[in-house]
């Protein structure tokens, strides 16, 4: 059955959108999952979600009808259900009465306990129509935003006010209320130009009319329409848009059906560099700069919703409104070029950090600090002058003029900055890009310099804070730590870096002295544990399954490059026979030697041949994948692994590790402890998966 729903409100941001539209589809098809009305290995049960900026719109292929269920009500036990003569006792006649039953209704029926009366009856499948009503206003009443409104008199809180709520189940409208907001068997088109009632009896239908009635519901769609524009705009001028997916991501949703016109600014602004053009332009009016080549054009580009522009009103309104930030941002540039940075990174000591991590003066010299340790541990000790100067400057925009009004250029300002007063590429560049990364999407820094100083800076801010015991929740992180340490992850990742992670740690704990509240090594376990749920989570994000993400992370964090060898390592022999005959062997030995002490091998107690030829071939797989671990050859390690299975099964098929003789058994336990460790080396294979195994 097709399914439409369609929650229409006032303007809502990108984020409540998305964050809406995840939550919808999680929901929707995780109630009807339970309630049998999608199955996700067939069909029915396909559910899509759409939005634009004024709706939430979910799609579902639906069962008609849940399936009918037989129940069992047991009762009295068969030993105490039947008279020596064979008749039934008072009890199987109460239990009979009790369910309004007929006593010939009734048999024995076996469960883990024994025999007892019961009777079976079937409960009948309700219908989709009966079913959803009751479960979507809990589903929709249950979305949450990062920031919530009320409106009216009542004490509902959604992202805007709802204006309406339009479902419709096989074209038939589906009624129920949400906080005293009835659905509807109507949409409407764009808010602006076609506000009358649509009526609809499909989803294709819907989608259609919609578009005809200027809104595109998928964002796909208009980020398309949005390119598409923009090529045709800038096709006489052979130009390009300035790259900016997140700004485009922004317009797509702004708008349900866009136009892309074109505008201009004088030229006398040309000698700005390219990202304080293109932030003027993009903070506050959401415009995108023009480029030729590398060179930025006197023009920008604009969307607006649903109007074409034809008389050049809503271009030069914006053009009015970008003439005055450019103006703003030439004079910030000319100011601020009067001090060197330099001069400006003198008074970071009166900019406070936290009031009790000190000043950024302070800061910039912990990174400082740590660079100069890290830069040797990643074999770039040869640059340490190039670190030096970028860490003591790398704080100094803070102080501009042009950081105070465009906040999001800290880092690339200063790097602007250095670029003009001639500081190397390498410093230059550093101080650009340490900022990066600031998401998952967000490249890393493309230098080495950048990479180590972005390092720095972000595991400064964290080891501080989780240093002075300040509280980070899901919805509480003032100093994003959390970004930070993805954003490290994401660096080690990216540029390859390998490096010990708990050696970087006790470093910057030392840097900060008795500055911190925490116990240092208490902290130290605290930071790590911190990481490792971040590793999990961009391991996740990359599609890597989550019993894989398990066995690699269960001996926790130390070169965060390596452990991903490892991630990629046995990601790619997860569907190899031999590799699943390997988990359950490897299995078999934890079992065994859950609770034993440590024993050391003695070769002479080794008596039986499969026990001797285990050793051996052991040994030999353990010299060989020893170089393998040092250079993080984790894939063919593993792989040479893989040939020690049959060993331990001819070992285990032949010999008895619990042996009468209290030195063979321990002997046997030192050498399945010596399997298990050269197993542990590259993951904790009893937290793997094998499809079809028994708890």
């Known amino acids: 059955m097709e399914f439409v729903l369609e929650i229409n409100t006032e303007e809502m941001p990108l984020l409540h959108v998305k964050a809406a539209l995840q939550q919808l589809k999680r929901n929707f098809e995780d109630v009807l999952v339970s309630k049998g009305l999608v199955d996700k290995k067939k ?46 006792t008072p009890a199987v006649m109460g239990f009979a009465r009790s369910l309004g039953v007929k006593v010939d209704s009734l048999e024995v029926v076996s469960n883990e306990k024994g025999e007892y009366i019961a009777v079976k009856k079937i409960q009948k499948g309700r219908s989709a129509k009966d079913v959803l009503p009751q479960v979507l206003p809990d589903i929709i009443t249950r979305l ?13 809180k959604f992202s805007r006010p709802i204006r309406y709520i339009f479902c419709i189940l096989e074209g038939e409208q589906l009624s129920f209320m949400v906080n005293g907001i009835s659905t509807i068997d109507f949409t409407t088109g764009h808010k602006l130009y076609f506000p009358a009632p649509i009526k609809v009896k499909s989803f294709q239908e819907y989608r259609r009319l919609l578009k005809k009635n200027k809104v595109l519901i998928e964002e796909k769609t208009r980020k398309s329409r949005i390119k598409n524009l923009i090529e045709k705009k800038l096709a006489p001028l052979e130009a390009q848009c300035f790259p900016d997916e997140k700004l485009l991501d922004k317009l797509a949703n702004d708008v349900e059906y866009p136009y892309v016109f074109l505008g201009a600014f004088p030229k006398k602004y040309l000698n700005l560099p390219i990202e304080i053009l293109s932030t003027a332009m993009r903070e506050g009016q959401n415009l995108l700069s023009v480029i030729k080549g590398k060179k930025q054009l006197p023009v920008f580009l604009g969307v607006t919703d649903a109007c074409n522009d034809e008389k050049g009103f809503v271009s030069k309104g914006n053009e009015r409104v970008l003439k005055a930030r450019l103006e703003d941002a030439r004079f910030f540039w000319e100011q601020d070029s009067k001090i060197p940075l330099k001069e400006r990174a003198e008074n970071l000591r009166q900019v406070v950090f936290q009031e009790s991590l000190g000043s950024y003066e302070d800061k910039s010299e912990r990174i400082k600090k740590i660079a100069l340790y890290l830069v040797n541990k990643v074999d770039a000790g040869k640059k340490k002058q190039q670190i030096k100067q970028a860490a003591e400057l790398c704080k100094a925009d803070l102080l501009t003029e042009m950081v ?38 967000d490249p890393s820094p493309s230098s080495l310099i950048g990479a180590i100083l972005a390092v720095c800076d972000k595991l400064d801010s964290i080891v501080g804070v989780l240093g002075l015991e300040i509280e980070i929740s899901g919805s509480k992180d003032p100093f994003g730590l959390r970004r930070n340490a993805q954003g490290i992850c994401s660096i080690v990742l990216d540029k390859k870096l390998d490096f010990s992670f708990p050696r970087l740690l006790d470093k ?30 961009i391991f996740s994000h990359l599609g890597f399954r989550y019993d894989l993400i398990n066995a690699v992370l269960s001996s926790g964090v130390d070169k965060n490059y390596n452990t991903f060898l490892k991630m990629k390592a046995l990601n790619s022999l997860k569907d190899n026979l031999k590799f699943k005959t390997l988990i359950l062997t490897s299995k078999r030995v934890n079992n065994i030697l859950r609770g034993q002490p440590m024993y050391r091998v003695n070769q002479d107690l080794l008596i039986e041949k499969e026990e001797r030829e285990l050793y051996t071939t052991y040994s030999i797989i353990r010299d060989n994948v020893r170089p393998l671990f040092l250079s993080g050859d984790f894939s063919r390690a593993q792989r040479i692994v893989l040939t020690l299975g049959s060993s331990i099964d001819n070992f285990f098929d032949n010999v008895l590790v619990m042996a009468e003789d209290k030195r063979i058994k321990r002997n046997r336990l030192a050498l399945l402890q010596q399997v298990s460790k050269l197993f542990s080396q590259i993951a904790d294979y009893s937290e793997v998966v094998i499809e079809g195994e028994k708890d």
């Open 144 to 156: 949450s935003f990062p920031k919530m409104m009320r409106w009216g008199a009542n004490d509902f």
């Open 43 to 88: 069909k029915p049960g396909k559910i899509e979600t759409f939005g634009t900026c004024r709706r939430l719109i979910i799609y579902g292929d639906l069962i008609a009808y849940q399936r009918n269920k037989e129940e069992i009500i047991f009762g009295p036990p068969k030993s105490v259900a039947f008279a020596p003569d064979g008749s039934l």
């Open 508 to 537: 910057v704990i030392k840097v900060y002295e008795d500055c911190l509240i925490k116990n240092r090594s208490e902290l130290k376990e605290i930071c790590l544990e911190f990481f490792k749920n971040r590793i999990e989570y």
């Open 404 to 441: 105070r009004e465009f906040p999001s250029l800290q880092g690339k300002a200063g790097g602007i900055y250095a670029r003009k007063e001639k500081y190397s590429f390498a410093v230059w560049k550093a101080i650009y890009e340490h900022y990066q990364p600031v998401s998952l999407d």
